[in-house]
């Protein structure tokens, strides 16, 4: 993954020694919590494409993470998460750029994002980066789990 213009902000891959650290950056950092946010679903993501967990640090620090998808037909973001105290510094558009890097060399033609409707501060920043919503089309979900 590329450094960015700001040469204190870089992005990379996450590796098995993160998770801890980035279980606890999403208590501070993202809006809600997922059924999947422990240690045994981000150790499956890692494990199972490791490339799909980006994280954008400053200074050695964990400012931002951004989960990028691809199942091989579609490019699919979630837990864009940036730490409060970087917000509107970039991390998040730097963590975009990275994803869709990714996608790109993968041979992906579009992204879709997971953004809480409830989130109205983020809706800017995705808007900002070329990301609209889908009025026609709802999210259905199924636990599969308790």
Same mark, same amino acid.
């Given at each position: 993954?590329a450094?960015?213009?700001?040469l204190?902000?870089? $992005?990379?891959?996450?590796?098995?020694?993160?998770?801890?650290?980035v279980?606890a950056?999403?208590?501070?950092?993202?809006?809600?919590t997922? %059924?999947s946010d422990d240690?045994?679903?981000v150790a499956?993501l890692? &494990?199972?494409?490791?490339?799909?967990? %980006?994280?954008?640090?400053?200074?050695?620090e964990l400012?931002? $993470?951004? %989960? *990028?998808?691809?199942?091989?037909?579609?490019?699919?973001?979630?837990r =864009?998460?940036?730490?409060?105290?970087?917000?509107r510094?970039?991390?998040?558009?730097?963590?975009?750029?990275?994803?869709? &890097?990714?996608? $790109?060399?993968?041979?992906?033609?579009?992204?879709? *994002?997971?953004?809480l409707d409830?989130?109205?501060?983020?809706?800017?920043?995705?808007?900002?980066?070329?990301?609209?919503? &889908?009025?026609?089309?709802?999210?259905?979900v199924?636990? =599969? $789990?308790?």
């Amino acid at each position: 993954m590329a450094v960015m213009n700001d040469l204190s902000l870089s $992005t990379r891959s996450a590796t098995p020694a993160d998770l801890d650290e980035v279980l606890a950056f999403w208590k501070v950092a993202a809006e809600g919590t997922s %059924i999947s946010d422990d240690g045994d679903g981000v150790a499956r993501l890692v &494990e199972r494409d490791p490339e799909a967990l %980006i994280l954008a640090e400053r200074e050695g620090e964990l400012v931002g $993470t951004v %989960i *990028a998808g691809f199942d091989g037909w579609r490019c699919h973001l979630y837990r =864009l998460a940036v730490h409060p105290d970087q917000r509107r510094r970039g991390v998040g558009n730097a963590l975009l750029a990275a994803a869709e &890097e990714r996608f $790109t060399a993968l041979g992906g033609r579009r992204a879709d *994002a997971m953004v809480l409707d409830r989130n109205t501060s983020a809706h800017h920043a995705w808007r900002a980066a070329g990301y609209g919503p &889908e009025p026609q089309w709802s999210r259905w979900v199924k636990h =599969l $789990t308790d």
